[in-house]
């Protein structure tokens, strides 16, 4: 109930212990944070095979948000670290896992990504970089990002007019309009319609591209839509190569958006062991929906089976898809 509470409801313990206490049950938030603690310490082995299912993965998206932890050594309590997310799997397979670091740099998802081969999906922040020149990762930029700068630049334009930004997102939202129609396609068939019907529209956008970059100014948002388009291209082109491939990495967006509300309710974590049970813990719940379970049954079906888990094959039994009894 604490983790469902928590991780699920995105309910801070203070709270859940002000409900608790309404019951005339008295357990401190120290007692339930160190409760939080110990479940994502004995939980590791799942999220261990959780892992190696994500890296065979043909595509994991990637993204990452701010996260505050007031008692970490070293540094000051407002200082900022890192939640990262990442999601991939087999489409009945899906997997969302976090992991909470002091930094941003590229060092993180090279840890994180150790050993993967496959397409990896990002914006365009620079850390993923050094995992993109690894042998066997090809790296896919996403759209969403590039059509939000033009959507910036378009609130910009003097009103009523018609300007380069609408131009841009016309053809964007074409796009669009062609992933919306192949979405029940299969694989092979949203590659033959891409080919087909997104090949020709981004010729013309690149077309577009050329002739519009030496007239803007790298400074207004326009010229910054225009730029970030540019030096993408190559990498946002790359989702027409195979059906399979997304267009934009909205997945790790929607992974993430969990974490951002419960944030805005317990605003920080005390302390890192607190930050990582805590990325333990939206990954299971997290990953135990995409799954199709009920977060409080799933949690409650693996702590009363975890006791007796001794081998691979008993964690692996306990893994949200081979689950059937809940």
């Known amino acids: 109930m604490l983790l469902t509470t928590k991780y699920a409801d995105g309910l801070p313990l203070y709270r859940f212990e002000t409900v608790l206490s309404r019951h005339g049950i008295d357990i401190p938030r120290q007692t339930l944070a160190r409760w939080v603690v110990q479940c ?97 990762v090809e790296r896919l930029a996403c759209w969403a990002h590039a059509r939000r700068k033009f959507v910036e630049a378009q609130k910009v334009q003097p009103k009523g007019k018609t300007g380069r930004a609408d131009v841009a997102l016309n053809l964007i939202n074409k796009l669009y309009g062609i992933e919306r129609d192949l979405k029940e396609a299969s694989a092979e068939q949203r590659h033959q319609g891409r080919q087909q019907h997104s090949l020709p529209l981004l010729a013309q956008l690149k077309a577009w591209l050329e002739k519009t970059q030496p007239q803007v100014t790298a400074q207004n948002a326009l010229g910054k839509a225009v730029n970030y388009l540019a030096s993408n291209w190559s990498r946002l082109e790359r989702y027409i190569e195979a059906g399979h491939l997304p267009i934009d990495n909205n997945a790790a967006e929607r992974a993430i958006r969990p974490f951002v509300i419960g944030r805005k309710n317990w605003v920080f974590s005390d302390t890192p062991k607190g930050a990582t049970a805590s990325a333990q813990l939206y990954s299971l719940v997290e990953t135990a929906k995409a799954n199709g379970k009920e977060p409080y049954a799933w949690l409650r079906h693996i702590l009363e089976r975890l006791p007796q888990a001794t081998t691979v094959e008993d964690y692996e039994a306990l893994l949200p898809w081979n689950v059937t009894a809940i």
């Open 40 to 136: 994502g310490e004995h939980l590791q082995p799942l999220l261990n095979l959780m892992r190696d299912k994500l890296l065979d993965s043909p595509v994991i998206h990637c993204d990452e948000t701010r996260v505050q932890v007031l008692k970490e050594p070293g540094r000051d309590p407002s200082s900022q670290s890192w939640m990262w997310v990442q999601t991939g799997g087999p489409p009945d397979k899906p997997v969302i896992l976090f992991d909470y670091t002091t930094s941003r740099a590229q060092e993180v998802p090279l840890r994180l990504l150790a050993g993967y081969r496959g397409y990896l999906m990002t914006d365009d922040y620079a850390g993923y970089n050094a995992v993109a020149a690894q042998s066997g």
